[in-house]
């Protein structure tokens, strides 16, 4: 009879293999694949339909392919050579599903530094595919063993590789599998191998010696409350230990979470992890915002600034101590908004008459006779060059620093005293233009400290949008929609995610409709250029883990109001001569060429071309249609500047109706 307590099997599996590597053993973890780590029924669907049976669902599929003709009445001969075309075909294996409970554990233990080894009845020739699919999970394993040619019995075989293991001095601490046969080979072969029966649904477990435990691994998700991360996802391994981090405590190691994707589940993990629910709260919402800019989009094809020679301790989210040097008060620089509070800021900023300046660590050296006051926990953004920090009374406080002497993207990221002003100002002329619930919604730059000899600033970024957020939601940078989500457990990008679970009408409604209409008021109703990339307009995830339907625009610096336009239209922006000039001189003031360069190809296009990735879903017709209507809602407008800065928008959308 099989045992029930298969995953307090599996994780006491774990921790027995990290014991016998602290005592120098090369202990590791081996996993069979389909239908352990991958469901591969999806697969087995395919091979159904191309038998001439569209109308079967997955439910009434099963994990082998004999059980599958039975079960339907289909003609085994015949079909198993149709399975055996379409099982094994490249294309067929994106479709697996992956099964969350084993993935999770196989992840950790990667994060606790524990080897795992694939041990697969695929064939050889099925390795590099197979490599692809395990980097889609998020896993790095250190080996994948592979069948030799498809003669061989899978069981015999895994039986073989596992005593060979032993013999080459890689200790099997558990093997995990969701085959019986497989079960019964080792059980018999490897004497002394830990073996676990992950039952995924539907999977018989006749034929398992007695005592074996058994891990139902299909089972669906538990827990009630707010989700963490986009579409219920759990909190990666990464997560986890940098919550630690942030509350400066040492993640016990005798403990195993499992995939935590709620509220109430991370509060149940922080009661037996020990640490305070209120704090690891805070610290859990940095990081996850944090792992979604860097470790989100850790892979090929990341759309974000490129670290250039920021150095690896301060880059990709890493933890590091942000100094504050004294700035006196014949040297100080005080800005402060106009519209919004700044007085809770000054026990952080202001010192001895003067200011309190953070200066990135790199920086640092370039500052002569530089006093250091104190210093703040911190985390870099996705720019590099803004932080985010805990203040007192501000746990979300988000700061840009100068980086006159660091390189990214190959130009240096400087902010001079004039940048903060400028950023100040912009956000009060934004402030001043919004309506109640308006559509466009940012995040304020409120309050800058500098050092006006040095001409250095930083800026203090609102944390909080305007207009506020709904209870509980929070924000991700566009680009996190069509990156890589493998390390967030997805082995697609969100986007395709969102579509799947929400269909392409709604999806249109919750993405493309809100981040046009936004980007238009900003564009046409308030007069400005703006580099509205994939890092600058983050989306808003409410706490059932979907888009809110609004989109969060940053880094006020990036924002150029025309001149021509604000009078024209009234806007009460301070336009004066300084102001003019500068202006004219920017190569990015240009509310067209911005709009091109960054807006549609730095950010739709990404997008769409994302989703065209699945089959029969573009967008592009309807995304090019609702940017015409809202300029077709804006003629007069774009009519009275059409030999001017708006000319392409009448060119492009106007034009042919004049």
């Known amino acids: 009879m099989v045992a029930p307590g298969g995953r307090a099997a599996a994780h006491a599996a774990l921790l027995h293999v990290m014991e016998l590597r602290s005592r120098g053993e090369d202990a590791v973890l081996v996993w069979d694949l389909d239908g352990t780590l991958v469901d591969a029924r999806p697969r087995m669907l395919r091979a ?39 099982f094994w075909d490249p294309a067929s294996f994106l479709l697996d599903l992956p099964v969350d409970e084993t993935v999770w554990l196989a992840r950790w233990a990667e994060s606790l530094g524990v080897p795992n080894i694939i041990l697969t009845g695929r064939l050889d020739e099925n390795q590099s595919l197979t490599w692809e699919q395990l980097t889609r999970l998020g896993l790095s394993p250190r080996d994948v063993i592979t069948k030799p040619s498809l003669g061989l019995g899978t069981p015999e075989f895994k039986a073989q590789q596992l005593q060979k293991l032993l013999e080459q001095g890689q200790v099997p601490g558990a093997f995990l599998t969701d085959s019986p046969a497989e079960i019964a080979a080792a059980h018999a072969q490897a004497a002394g191998v830990t073996l676990v029966f992950c039952a995924l649904d539907g999977t018989s477990s006749h034929g398992i010696p007695p005592g074996i435990p058994l891990w139902s691994t299909g089972a669906a998700p538990s827990g009630t409350g707010d989700m963490l991360l986009p ?74 600034v490129m670290d250039g020679n920021l150095d690896a301790s301060t880059a990709r989210g890493q933890p590091f101590w ?69 203040l007192v009374g501000h746990p979300h406080a988000l700061l840009k620093c100068d980086l006159s002497h660091v390189f990214m993207d190959r130009h240096p990221r400087s902010l001079s005293i004039r940048d903060a002003e400028l950023a100040i100002r912009h956000s009060d002329f934004l402030a001043a233009c919004l309506e109640e619930s308006d559509i466009f919604c940012f995040l304020p730059e409120i309050m800058a400290v500098g050092d006006g000899e040095a001409d250095s600033a930083c800026v203090v970024r609102s944390a909080e949008p305007v207009p506020a957020a709904a209870p509980g939601a929070w924000t991700i940078p566009a680009y996190c929609l069509w990156a890589p989500a493998q390390s967030l457990g997805s082995a697609h990008p969100l986007i395709i995610g969102l579509l799947r679970k929400m269909g392409p009408d709604a999806l249109c409604s919750a993405i493309f409709h809100p981040l046009i209409a936004a980007m238009m008021r ?59 000039q500068a202006h004219a001189e920017s190569r990015e003031s240009g509310i067209a060429t911005t709009f091109q360069d960054y807006f549609l190809w730095k950010l739709l296009q990404p997008l769409l071309q994302c989703l065209e990735t699945e089959p029969g879903h573009s967008l592009r017709d309807n995304v090019n249609q609702l940017i015409r209507l809202e300029v077709l809602a804006r003629a007069d407008t774009v009519c009275a500047f059409r030999t001017g800065p708006l000319k392409w928008f009448y060119d492009t959308y106007l034009a042919e109706d004049a």
């Open 522 to 580: 900003l564009t046409l109703d308030f007069g400005c250029a703006y580099l509205g990339h994939g890092q600058n307009i983050h989306v808003e995830i409410a706490n059932n883990g979907l888009p809110t339907g609004r989109f969060v625009f940053t880094d006020m610096e990036d924002v150029w109001p025309h001149p021509a336009l604000c009078t024209a239209l009234s806007l009460p922006y301070p336009v004066d001569t300084e102001y003019r």
């Open 231 to 304: 579409l219920g996802l759990p909190l990666s391994p990464w997560m986890l230990h940098a919550t630690a981090q942030e509350l400066d405590a040492d993640h016990p190691r005798t403990l195993v979470p499992g995939p935590t994707r709620t509220r109430s589940q991370f509060d149940a993990m922080s009661t037996v992890m020990g640490w305070d629910p209120a704090g690891a709260v805070a610290a859990l919402d940095r990081v996850r915002r944090t792992a979604c800019e860097h470790v989100l989009n850790d892979r090929d094809g990341r759309a974000r």
């Open 48 to 86: 159904v339909h191309m038998f001439g049976r569209p109308e079967v669902q997955l439910q009434d599929v099963h994990h082998t392919w004999q059980q599958t003709a039975q079960h339907l009445g289909l003609h085994a001969e015949a079909f198993h050579a149709c399975w055996n075309d379409v």
């Open 322 to 390: 942000l100094p504050l040097v004294s700035v006196p008060a014949e040297r100080a620089v005080v800005l402060r908004s106009k519209r919004f509070p700044t007085s809770h800021l000054d026990t952080a900023f202001l010192h001895g008459g003067g200011c309190a300046l953070p200066i990135h660590p790199q920086e640092l050296p370039h500052r002569e006779d530089a006093t250091v006051v104190t210093s703040l926990k911190a985390r870099s953004t996705a720019s590099g060059r803004t932080v985010r920090t805990s």
